[in-house]
């Protein structure tokens, strides 16, 4: 049996959903507003509470958004603080263990720029497997992973952009950390360092 080219889908299949097309939404729209004409009060009494409990839950969500927001921004920021504080206590003893050859660097020449600058690369390189890691985890365990809190369903979804934004955050702080390490390495006195074992 040959299916009618015409015919509007009302209902289409998409991300493992089913949607309204904008054409069975207008159609729905028309029944409803025809059932609310109809003199049955009752019909058009559910229809009335049925768009206030969706304006309901719409302002639910939006406040269960808002929340989710902040605390994932709060704990997120508590989180990338340690890290960098981490980091930058490992850095600073990798830049102590190397106090001798940081020092021959700068008696062959190399100005405070040029440590600070190498110093810098090496935690940008440094922080770029974890952020890697952290990356293909975040989207092997919550892309796609489906909650209902408080009656609201939540469809976490890890996208190419708020991946690219982690790995940002992540180098950012791989930068940050190195920074005061590699500026005190550019400060050391030379006659110092060369005499360290």
């Known amino acids: 049996m040959k ?7 009302p209902i289409a299949e998409q991300s493992g ?3 309204l097309t904008p054409e069975g939404f ?4 028309q029944e409803l507003e025809h059932l609310t004409m109809v003199k049955r009060p009752e019909i058009a009494d559910r229809i009335r509470e049925s768009q206030t409990h969706g304006e309901f839950a719409e302002d639910n969500s939006g406040q269960l958004n808002g929340i989710l927001n902040f605390v994932s921004y ?3 920021s508590i989180m990338a603080l340690a890290a960098t504080i981490g980091a930058a206590n490992s850095l600073y003893a990798i830049v102590d263990g190397r106090r001798r050859e940081l020092a021959t660097l700068r008696a062959l020449g190399f100005d405070s720029i040029a440590i ?3 110093l810098l690369v090496e935690s940008i390189l440094l922080a770029l497997p974890g952020a890697l890691i952290g990356a293909l985890a ?9 909650a209902s809190p408080m ?3 939540l469809r976490l979804a890890v996208t190419p952009q708020l991946a690219m934004l982690g790995l940002g955050w992540a180098l950012g702080m ?3 950390a190195g920074l005061l390490p590699a500026l005190r390495a550019s400060r050391a006195a030379v006659t110092a360092g060369l005499r360290a074992v």
Do not use: D, P
């Open 3 to 9: 299916k009618n080219t015409n015919e509007v889908e």
């Open 17 to 19: 959903g089913f949607y």
């Open 26 to 29: 207008a159609t729905l729209q």
């Open 151 to 153: 009656g609201t369903s």
């Open 116 to 118: 600070v600058a190498s």
């Open 74 to 76: 709060f704990v997120g």
């Open 174 to 176: 791989g930068l940050l």
């Open 138 to 146: 975040a989207w092997a365990l919550f892309n796609g992973f489906q």
